[in-house]
Structures are given as structure tokens and as C-alpha cells.
């Protein structure tokens, strides 16, 4: 539905029959007139109910100002609903913005210790009732923690870190850092609150021991993966009474019902409330033309509003905050259905026009939708704000799309912790949102993002028109702390293919404006890329031997021949083109890159960055690029043009030196995945000379840093501010065995340089060579502790034997990366120019009339419809950026 629409929709007037007014002064005994209103809208429905009787028509039950402690869920079903006519509306009197809370307010408190009051909740009829968040005059409180929380500095300060596993692969036992732990009385309900190694989001796991002695943690559950240690996960401690130290925080005794509180004011000045309800209202299976508009909808455990199996609902206009996500959480489990509005299955359900925030998982969940039919299920969330999610588990996203043809549409999501939308499935449009300031506590993410490893999806997916910038990151590199970390604007993960990329601007990213891990046939057309920071778009495959493909490669297997003859499924024709046991060696294939503007400012930034992709399958044409008037780079090497020296860089190229049956001298390991694979001089098979490199591969040892044989030659004096060649012949005894050839430079914790060329290779000799430039003084890239580098060599196989020779690293003149790219059939129509934006330094990306882009043919981005707009269906106007 457009905007338009809506607007036309919210005009209409109201057809009900049955007009039921609430008041907090009313009386249920009343009649629910608008003189005398009932007090309650449980009562309100009930009377509804009672006189529509029969009748088709929806009803109207009009809440005018106040507050209302909802004792029940504010069930609909089919017997509510109204028709398109007119709907049963749930609805605030004009002018009014009355507070639906699924909770209770706590009174009643009485002195504890020092400034802690505590409160007998049996006394309030809440014996036994489980909660986990509490909120003081609208603000959410901490849950007692140790060390304290940072307001300051909320992902750097207030955390410890996981020194070990207690045992090797741990996922539930780990040592703490010397002096980190307290020797706490009561663990009962203590939990640890801990971000995986990843830093992709947490878990919440309880504590069964804790040895001080020792420093070793005992957990009830696992965490998401096995532990790594040596500080790489962050956690604190939660749910102690015992670290109830500081104004704001609380702490639940559940086997006793007495609840603890700092308040941050004097008591009587605090309204305290806690959730009893998972939702505030509920549209449930069957209902019809059900519109709730006009609240402000709080205080709920997992949902201000859940739909499950509705049609034509609507929720819209509405302020949804301090939502929870349940009484458990932890890595994945029904937390991860928790939103401030969720719209499970159904058909054209939608969230328009809502203000949603401070939730603890997605502000938005849309699914429904048939799978095997390909039957959309229209469910929209369309002009809502979106911020401040993922308060409880940090994959709580701006709004999570799945199923079949959904759509997200004019909305602004900023400030979350993770990504502004996540979504899988197929034909789900996501269009002119303005999204930004996100990935706030998360890494190895973007703006937009969706994964594929069942070898399907999201196929038919539109990414349109969005508006994104700052999208920031936050992780661990080398060791350190840093942000912005590991962050995309666009981010298609894991073979997620088929979607189209479309007249999309995405300004200053850190790793680019796109990225393909390994996705078939998307097409990235008409957008404008500018600022990222290493590079404008990233393109990173999976080989054959990688282990995500060999991992997955079996179900996208059996997801591929299962809907290989459904009808529905012949649109996707690229899909089934060829079996996915044809994909390989390389798995990426058959995208398009096309009509797009790729800008870098940076002067370290690239145009491209590819790795293990097919060029030969892959289509780059028609774009405008522009590095300030610096040499376009594209991550291409090629060999070089001429030679210039014969002194021969690489020791024992022919690998003829050292004991036989032996790593030849001058070579070494740089990864052993296992003491099963094997590297060793062969004079029994060899390209040239007397002898060759025989590496013998073996499935990992599990844990293995890497899990493929990797050989390196020690450092090798270079001379910044100049190119060589790097050659070598490789063969393998079984074939489609990927390998590699790199050139790199490493200091920790100061920088990690590489070329690298690869190929699958067979039983012939393969000669795998290309040219590199080492950056000099004078130059955007010079790394001044660079003086050398080392030759590496790469088997990435479980199972082959693989042999190398004569490895050759000569000085040459090297081709330089744009005409490498282009002499590879590459962008051969593009332009290299300045795009002629109108005014980038004040936000203005709009093109030029005599912008070079628009000869291509590019489309201008209609940034006038981009993100949230005034509508009698808005919740406010104008937004305000808190």
C-alpha cells in the first residue's frame, strides 16, 4: 500500500455501527456511551461484542486519555472482525495519546539497606509472576550487574573478559582474568550476559559454579560457540543481589517475590512499572479488519502488538517502547520472535506510520507467505520509526523480514546494535528507508542483510531506493577494540543470491558500500557507492574446498532438487540452471555490476575487491568511477609487462635444497592444520629440475586456526616503490583443487599486506604467475615498517595431494590495476570521472545536468520519497534524531 494509499485509507470515514467510549473516569458498569464510558477496554469490547451481536460491520471502541494497567491481553479473533468497509477499530479519541500498559504499576515498598527499598509483590497479587525488565517514570532500570554499567562508555567500560576455556572447545566453563571474580553468596539466579568471540550478538546464560581460586566459571547452558579466551569474548555478571550497588538498579528474588530497588529519585517521585503480559494486544488466527491506532503502547514482555494469522490488520500511529523479550533468552530461540510490533503469517497485514523503540529484541517482525506456492503474503511496515532496539539480545534488528513477497517501505531505523533490516525468504521488496548510525555493539555486518547458506535464497528480493550512511561496527582486530569494525552498507552473506541492488546511496562505510560473500546472480545496478573507507563494493567466494561450502554444501543440495520442479519456483531460472554440484570450484557466479557510481575518498580506498571470483561469469560494465583523480584501483594484478631483472628473489624455487623427505630449506609452515598433512621436496614428480614440493592434505584437527596446508618461504627483502612477478606451476592429483599464490607482508598489530592469485588445478601443470607494486614513500598505500615479504603457498584441500615448482619472484615493471582489470574484459564501457554531484559537501547527491553518469543511462534516486512522511497515520511529526 503506498502512501497515498494510506492517506486516502486514514481519511475514510468511520462505518461501525457499535461506538464503545472508555475513560479511567468511567465506570464499567456503565453503558460506554461517550457521557458515561466504561473504565476499563476489556469491558469496552465486551459491551461491543454484546450489541453488534450479529452484525457484519466491525465496531469502535474509542480510549480517550489516560493510563490503563491492562489486566488482560486485548484479545481479537474472528468474531471481532470487521469488514474493509468497516473494520473494527481499537482506537485513541482525537487528540489523545492514552498509555496501554501490559503491566503493573509496584507500590507498597518499605526499607531494605541503605538507599535499597524492597517490595513483598504477594502483596500485589504478582506472587510468582516472572519479569526482566523494570522501568521507573518511562526509563528502563539495569538488572544488578557487575562491573557496573557505563553510561559513558557503554561497549568499552563495565565489561571482563574470558581469559580461557576451562577445557579445549568449552562452550559452558571458562577462566576469568586474575581478580575479576568475587566470591558471591547466592548464584541462584545470577547469569552471565556474554558476546561471542564473533561479536555478532550475545547470549545469557546462568551460572552454576563460580571457584575463585581457581577463576573458573561454571555455566548451566552453552554459549553460542566455543569459547577462544585470550580476551576475545566480553561478558559481566548479572542478577546478583549481591551487586546491587548503584541508583537505577533492581534485582527480582523469584523464589520469594520480593523485588529490590535503587531508585535514581526519591520513591514517591517514581512511577515504577514491571510487565505481566507477553503482549498488549493480540490479533489473533482469523481475525479480519482489525485497526489499532493512537497508543502509546508499553511495558510488554515480548510484544506491544502481535498478529499471528490475521488479514488486513492494521496497526498504525501507535508508540511502541520498553518492550521485552520474554523471561529467557539466550543465542537463538523464541526471544528471536520478540519485536515491538510483530506480524506472523497472514495476508496485508500492516505497521504504518508507528514510533518504535527501546525494545529488546526487533522493532519490527514481518513473516507469513507460502514457500513452496511462492504465494506472497503482503504483510507491510511502512512510514514507522525504528530505533533503539536490541536492548536484551543484540540481533534485535530495526525489523526482521522472512517468508514470501513482504515489504519494507519509507520507514527511518537508527541507532541499533545490530543491522537496520535482516531478512530471508523471497520477493520481499525493501525500499527508500533511510537508515543509519547502526551496528552500534556489532560486527561482520551492514545496514542491510541477508544470508543464504541453504543454497535458496532470498531470491526475488529488491533492495531499492534506500538511503544509508554510518554504519559503524564495532569489534576486535589484531587483538584491540576498535570501531568502526567490519561493516557494510549492503551485505548479501553466504550465497545469498537472486536479489536486486538498486538505486541505493550509501555514503562512508568501512569495508563498502556492497558486499557479495559468495552470492550468484544479484544484480547491482544504478546505485551510487561513495566513501568506503577500504573500498567501494567487496566481492569474497567460497572455493570448492572452503569449509562454509563443504559444510553447507549438501543441504543447498537437497534445498535445490526439492524445489527444482515446483512450478512456482520456474521464475528463478538462473537458479536452476545448473546443479549445484556444478558450481564449483568457484562458487560465486553470474552477478551483474552495472550503471553504478563508485566513488572513494579515502586516499587508501580501492574501487573493488575481489576474491575468488569468477570473472569470467561475472558482468562489471557501464559504471563511473572516481578515486579524486588518483589511479583507479581494482585489486586486479597481472603479469607484468616486461622483466627487469634476472636476480632471482625466491631461495629454492625449484625446492632441489635440503633433506629428502624433508620441508626443503627456506620453507616452512605458516598453518599445519593437522600432523596428518604433510609438505616435503618429490624428485619423482616435478615441472622442472630435480624436484618439486609434494604437500600431502588432511582434514583439520578441530580448532585449527586454519583449516587448510599453508607453506611460506621466510621474509624476502623488497624495495617499497617497486613491482615484481611472482610465479609458479601447480598440479594436484585430483581435480578442482583450489590453490593459491600470495605475496605478503604482516606486522601485528601495525598492518597485514597481500596479493594473491588462485586457480583450480588438476593433474597437468597449471602456471599460475601475476605482477605486484609495493607501495613507495610517495604513495597513498606506503607502509613505512614494510622492507619484505614472504612467498606463500596455498593447498586448500582435506583430502588432495598437491606439488609446486619452480616458484620465481623476479623485479619487474608491473601493469597497472586499472588496465589489468580492463585488458580482463572488465568495465570495459565505464568512465573514470568525477560523477558531478551537485553539492556532496552539504549532503546534496544529487547528479549534475552534465554528469557523466547520466550517459550510461542512470537513473536519478527519487531521494524525495526516502524515509518517513507526514501523514494523519504518523505517530509524530516532525521525527526527532533521539
Known amino acids: 500500500m503506498t502512501g497515498l494509499a494510506l ?33 476499563t477496554i476489556g469491558r469496552a469490547v465486551e459491551l461491543a461484542q454484546q450489541q453488534r451481536g450479529q452484525e457484519r460491520a466491525g ?18 479473533g474472528p468474531e471481532d472482525s470487521g469488514t474493509e468497509a468497516a473494520p473494527t477499530r481499537l482506537e485513541a479519541a482525537p487528540g489523545a495519546r492514552p498509555r496501554l500498559v501490559a503491566g503493573r504499576p509496584i507500590t507498597g515498598w518499605e526499607p531494605y539497606q541503605g538507599d535499597i527499598l524492597r517490595c513483598d509483590l504477594r502483596k500485589l497479587g504478582l506472587e510468582g509472576v516472572p519479569f526482566r525488565e523494570l522501568y521507573c517514570n518511562g526509563e528502563r532500570q539495569i538488572l544488578a550487574r557487575y562491573p557496573n554499567y557505563s553510561p559513558e562508555h557503554p561497549n568499552t567500560e563495565g565489561w571482563l573478559y574470558i581469559e580461557a576455556p576451562a577445557e579445549p572447545n568449552s562452550k559452558r566453563a571458562f577462566i576469568a582474568y586474575e581478580g575479576d571474580l568475587k566470591p558471591w553468596a547466592d548464584l541462584g539466579q545470577a547469569e552471565v550476559f556474554e558476546f561471542h568471540k564473533y561479536n555478532y550478538y550475545n547470549t545469557v546464560v546462568g551460572i552454576e559454579s563460580v571457584d575463585v581460586a581457581t577463576r573458573r566459571v561454571n555455566l548451566v547452558g552453552d554459549t553460542y560457540d566455543e569459547l577462544a579466551g585470550g580476551g576475545a569474548e566480553r561478558y559481566y555478571v548479572q542478577n546478583l543481589l549481591e551487586e546491587l550497588d548503584s541508583p537505577g538498579e533492581w534485582y527480582l528474588d523469584r523464589a520469594t517475590s520480593t523485588l529490590y530497588y535503587w531508585p535514581p529519585r526519591p520513591v514517591d517521585q517514581c512511577v515504577v512499572e514491571v510487565p505481566t503480559l507477553d503482549y498488549a494486544v493480540h490479533l489473533q488466527p482469523g481475525a479480519e479488519y482489525v485497526h489499532v491506532s493512537g497508543f502509546s503502547i508499553e511495558v510488554a514482555r515480548r510484544a506491544g502488538v502481535q498478529a499471528e494469522e490475521a488479514r488486513h490488520c492494521l496497526v498504525a500511529g501507535n508508540t511502541v517502547r520498553n518492550v521485552g523479550v520474554g523471561t529467557q533468552i539466550g543465542g537463538w530461540g523464541p526471544w528471536e520472535n520478540c519485536a515491538g510490533i510483530g506480524i506472523f503469517g497472514g495476508t496485508a497485514n500492516g505497521a504504518v506510520g508507528n514510533d518504535i523503540s527501546l525494545v529488546g529484541g526487533h522493532g519490527i517482525k514481518l513473516t507469513g507467505g507460502d514457500e513452496n506456492a511462492l504465494t506472497p503474503a503482503g504483510n507491510y511496515a511502512e512510514n514507522n520509526c525504528i530505533h533503539h532496539t536490541g536492548l536484551d539480545w543484540k540481533q534485535g534488528c530495526g525489523v526482521r523480514v522472512e517468508g514470501v513477497g513482504n515489504r519494507f517501505s519509507r520507514n527511518t531505523v537508527h541507532d541499533i546494535p545490530r ?40 531470491w526475488g528480493c529488491v533492495i531499492r531506493g534506500n538511503y544509508i550512511h554510518d554504519v559503524i561496527g564495532f569489534g576486535r582486530e589484531d587483538g584491540r577494540w576498535v570501531s568502526p569494525c567490519f561493516s557494510w552498507g549492503i551485505y548479501l552473506d553466504d550465497l545469498a543470491s537472486g536479489v536486486t541492488v538498486e538505486s541505493n546511496l550509501v555514503l562512508g562505510t568501512l569495508r563498502g558500500g556492497v558486499h557479495i560473500h559468495s552470492g550468484r546472480y544479484n544484480r547491482i545496478v544504478n546505485n551510487v557507492l561513495v566513501g568506503g573507507t577500504l573500498q567501494q563494493i567487496e566481492f569474497n567466494g567460497w572455493t570448492s574446498a572452503h569449509p562454509y561450502w563443504q559444510g553447507n554444501r549438501e543441504a543447498a543440495i537437497k534445498n535445490w532438487e526439492s524445489h527444482r520442479d515446483l512450478p512456482a519456483w520456474a521464475k528463478f531460472g538462473e537458479l536452476f540452471a545448473a546443479h549445484p554440484r556444478e558450481w564449483e570450484p568457484l562458487v560465486m557466479a553470474g552477478n551483474r555490476i552495472e550503471r553504478n557510481i563508485l566513488v572513494g575518498t579515502d586516499p587508501k580506498s580501492a574501487i573493488y575487491r575481489c576474491n575468488h571470483m569468477p570473472y569470467d561469469r561475472t558482468v562489471f560494465d557501464r559504471n563511473v568511477l572516481w578515486l579524486g583523480g588518483r589511479p583507479i584501483r581494482t585489486g586486479m594484478t597481472a603479469p607484468p609487462t616486461k622483466v627487469i631483472s634476472d636476480v632471482e628473489l625466491c631461495p629454492n624455487g625449484g625446492f632441489e635444497d635440503g633433506p629428502p623427505n624433508e620441508m626443503p630449506t627456506g620453507w616452512g609452515w605458516y598453518a599445519r592444520p593437522s600432523a ?9 614428480t616435478r615441472h622442472g629440475g630435480g624436484s618439486s614440493l609434494k604437500i600431502t592434505c588432511a582434514p583439520p584437527d578441530p580448532g585449527s586456526q586454519f583449516p587448510f ?27 578442482d583443487t583450489a590453490v593459491f599464490l600470495v605475496a605478503q607482508s604482516y606486522r601485528a598489530d601495525k598492518y597485514h ?73 572488465l568495465d570495459v564501457h565505464s568512465v573514470v570521472a568525477d560523477p558531478l554531484f551537485v553539492s556532496p559537501r552539504t549532503g546534496d547527491y544529487r547528479l549534475q545536468p552534465d554528469s557523466p553518469a547520466l550517459k550510461p543511462g542512470f537513473q536519478p534516486i527519487p531521494f524525495e520519497q526516502i524515509g518517513c512522511y507526514e501523514n494523519p497515520l504518523r505517530a509524530s511529526w516532525p521525527l526527532t534524531d533521539g
Open 7 to 39: 492517506l486516502a485509507m486514514a481519511a475514510l470515514p468511520c462505518l461501525a455501527a457499535v461506538e464503545v467510549h472508555v475513560s479511567p473516569a468511567g465506570d464499567d458498569a456503565a453503558p460506554g456511551t461517550r457521557e458515561r464510558p466504561v473504565q
Open 59 to 76: 465496531y469502535q471502541v474509542i480510549v480517550h486519555e489516560g493510563t490503563y494497567y491492562v489486566a488482560e491481553t486485548l484479545a481479537f
Open 419 to 458: 543491522m537496520a533490516v535482516i531478512f530471508g525468504g523471497w520477493d520481499h521488496v525493501i525500499e527508500l528507508n533511510h537508515l543509519y548510525r547502526l551496528n552500534t555493539e556489532t560486527c561482520d555486518t551492514g545496514a542491510i542483510y541477508a544470508g543464504g547458506r541453504g543454497g535458496i535464497t532470498p
Open 676 to 684: 596428518q598433512v604433510t609438505a616435503q621436496a618429490d624428485p619423482q
Open 709 to 735: 596446508a599453508m607453506v611460506k618461504t621466510g621474509d624476502l627483502p623488497i624495495v617499497p616503490g617497486k613491482s615484481y612477478r611472482l610465479a609458479g606451476w601447480f598440479r594436484a592429483d585430483r581435480p
Open 753 to 825: 599486506w597481500a596479493r594473491e592469485t588462485n586457480a583450480a588445478v588438476g593433474p597437468e601443470w597449471k602456471l599460475l604467475e601475476f605482477g605486484f607494486h609495493v607501495p613507495g614513500p610517495d604513495e597513498a598505500e606506503y607502509l613505512p615498517d614494510m622492507q619484505d615479504l614472504y612467498i606463500r603457498l596455498d593447498a586448500r584441500s582435506d583430502a588432495a595431494t598437491v606439488w609446486v615448482d619452480d616458484v620465481s619472484l623476479l623485479e619487474a615493471q608491473a601493469v597497472d590495476e586499472w588496465t589489468a582489470w580492463q585488458e580482463m574484459g
